[in-house]
């Protein structure tokens, strides 16, 4: 499971399928692959489609189904979002969670660059046996740590501050980004090193200016999905958090937006629109690198 | 990686600081670079995993340190009906979870194996729902399934016409229960979808042709070659996604909480509801430990279930 080739592109490869070979009508495939694929963009974007009209409809529409479809807005509003932006924290909230992700998606990058580069580069004994370890870890869920872990916090004095989370996260981040990182280096010819250490050049020399230059494609998926899970990450952010401010979007909209036997609809969908905005950008700057890592990380 | 020329002129002429030089020594170099990973998986991994296993034999509650009590914590669970609750709703969710995921996300990665325009784009917007934090489209999902205000109670009772009442999606067990695996589900295919759509890209086409000539038909190829092609990457994908959905805790806690009357608790929701929000750790590391026993056999049970054909038929691809 270890030898992972994760090259981008690797989603292009697709050559001729079956289907292509068929002598299908045009009928036959718009049954058998349109319409069905219709139904399914249709159904996974609907609740996305449905947060978004619901964070700008009035609220006398929101409750109001007989009057006004509920599938469109007829008087779009932008109070939802002012509520949110200036009555809330959530200014607050979304600057914590950027900092935690970035801050624990370095310290992850950084962990597991150097470690993938002794395990697949430095070949020691046992080094396949480190980077087994090292991916079994990701096989350890957050559920069975959480109640451990909140106590470590507690005794590191790390209780409610967003340190903790910086720190924490890079248990899961770390395994992902070590394996994918391994293959990344793995693609890189050996020789480029060899060459390097016959012209005497020392081994930080031929990492900082040769292997990490050729892993960066690698280094920058690594980076979107901890950037990604780190802003999805729930449960430590719940349990280790306390105070409104040092709240992560996902938690603070839970426990501080949800108030009372009426919920605001509008403005929770509004904070669930704003929360996943910053991943679906960064994600779609990077969609290529993504879907091809994302394919070539499964690939064995 | 054409790459000729090396930078490597310039360093040679430069003499290496001692620093430099005790970077060369390969055992500290080494060393070194495994540092920061290691110390940061055991300080907050492994050492709280066995210190998990230490509190689930202790009566500790938050601000008091526990002694220990043996087995007491596992034997109060035995007894205790929402233990066993939970285990049942972890398993079925699980199970059913499962089962719609691969179904539909495999059906979905078949699709889009196929050649049509847009082709990438479409695989990009697939993957949205994996990318969106949980909690933020499990709260959509809430909205969604709202007693009063539901889109499908609406489009059931005032487009179709097929129901007379609203669905109480999340207000009595069994309707709670589903509905939390249809959110699930909803959030499982694009990667299962994505994972298995780099499967079947591995899969040479000349094999469907050659079976295209022997005159099979469009299942006969889906099941004797797409299929046991795919077990190793089934088995890979099927053991993580059993792992990460029996230890689910953020859809359940942010649609029902557990709720209505404990029937959609998970494990993990309620080792939370008793470990940190009732301040039992011990207890809660307790619930938590539970866990392991049911992921080691769900492991074994999916990882050799689905790749033993692999290594049974002797076959080293790739």
């Given at each position: ?220 998926s690594a980076g979107i999905f901890s950037f990604t899970l780190s802003w999805n990450e729930f449960i430590y952010a719940l349990a280790f958090i306390q105070s409104g401010a040092n709240k992560t979007v996902p938690v603070a909209i839970l426990t501080e937006l949800v108030t009372g036997d009426v919920y605001q609809w509008g403005a929770l969908m509004a904070g669930s629109l704003l929360g996943s905005l910053p991943v679906a950008l960064f994600y779609s700057l990077f969609v290529d690198y993504y879907v ?9 | ?318």
């Amino acid at each position: 499971m270890t030898d992972v080739a994760a090259q981008p592109g690797n989603s292009n490869v697709a050559s001729a399928t079956p289907d292509t070979m068929a002598w299908d009508s045009r009928a036959r495939r718009v049954m058998m692959i349109y319409l069905p694929l219709a139904c399914f963009v249709l159904i996974l974007l609907f609740p996305f489609y449905w947060m978004a009209i619901t964070s700008f409809k009035p609220n006398a529409e929101l409750l109001n189904y007989k009057q006004h479809n509920p599938f469109w807005i007829s008087s779009p509003t932008l109070a939802h979002i002012k509520h949110l932006l200036f009555n809330t924290a959530y200014p607050t909230w979304l600057k914590t969670t950027m900092f935690v992700a970035i801050g624990s998606t370095f310290l992850s990058l950084f962990a597991s660059t150097l470690a993938a580069y002794a395990i697949e580069r430095l070949r020691f004994r046992g080094s396949p046996y480190v980077g087994l370890g090292i991916y079994l870890a990701y096989l350890v869920p957050p559920s069975i740590l959480f109640i451990p872990l909140a106590t470590v916090i507690v005794q590191f004095g790390l209780f409610d501050s967003p340190m903790a989370l910086i720190l924490v996260y890079p248990t899961f981040l770390v395994p992902f980004c070590t394996w994918l990182l391994i293959g990344y280096f793995k693609s890189i010819p050996y020789e480029l090193e060899e060459c390097a250490l016959v012209d005497g050049a020392t081994r930080l020399q031929i990492l900082r200016r040769i292997t990490l230059p050729l892993a960066v494609p690698g280094l920058i998926s690594a980076g979107i999905f901890s950037f990604t899970l780190s802003w999805n990450e729930f449960i430590y952010a719940l349990a280790f958090i306390q105070s409104g401010a040092n709240k992560t979007v996902p938690v603070a909209i839970l426990t501080e937006l949800v108030t009372g036997d009426v919920y605001q609809w509008g403005a929770l969908m509004a904070g669930s629109l704003l929360g996943s905005l910053p991943v679906a950008l960064f994600y779609s700057l990077f969609v290529d690198y993504y879907v091809s890592s994302l394919t070539g990380a499964v690939k064995e | 990686m054409s790459v000729t020329t090396l930078p490597s002129r310039g360093m040679a002429l430069r003499q290496p600081s001692w620093i430099a030089r005790l970077f060369d020594y390969k055992p500290f170099l080494i060393v070194m670079c495994l540092t920061p990973a290691i110390g940061l998986l055991t300080v907050f991994l492994t050492y709280p995993l066995g210190l998990g296993v230490w509190l689930a034999f202790t009566d500790t509650t938050i601000g008091q340190r526990g002694i220990f009590i043996g087995l007491e914590n596992f034997q109060y669970l035995l007894k205790d009906p929402l233990w066993w609750n939970a285990v049942f709703y972890s398993v079925f969710y699980t199970g059913i979870a499962t089962i719609g995921k691969f179904a539909l996300g495999f059906w979905l990665a078949l699709l889009l194996n196929n050649h049509f325009p847009l082709k990438s784009l479409l695989r990009a917007i697939v993957l949205l729902p994996w990318i969106v934090p949980t909690v933020l489209s499990a709260l959509a999902f809430w909205w969604i399934y709202d007693p009063q205000f539901s889109i499908i109670s609406y489009l059931l009772v005032d487009v179709l016409h097929i129901r007379s009442t609203n669905i109480d999606f999340l207000g009595t067990p069994w309707p709670a229960r589903f509905s939390l695996i249809a959110a699930n589900i909803w959030r499982g295919i694009p990667f299962v979808a994505i994972s298995l759509l780099a499967g079947l890209q591995t899969i040479s086409p000349s094999l469907y042709e050659a079976a295209m000539l022997d005159g099979a038909t469009a299942w006969q190829r889906f099941r004797y070659i797409t299929l046991p092609m795919m077990m190793p990457i089934l088995a890979i994908v099927m053991t993580f996604s059993i792992i990460f959905t029996f230890t689910d805790f953020q859809l359940v806690y942010a649609i029902t909480r557990g709720g209505p009357v404990n029937s959609t608790h998970l494990l993990a929701t309620l080792a939370f509801q008793r470990g940190i929000a009732g301040g039992e750790l011990g207890e809660g590391a307790a619930i938590a430990v539970s866990m392991i026993p049911f992921l080691v056999f769900a492991t074994l049970f999916s990882y050799f279930g689905l790749a033993r054909r692999k290594w049974q038929q002797g076959e080293a691809n790739d």
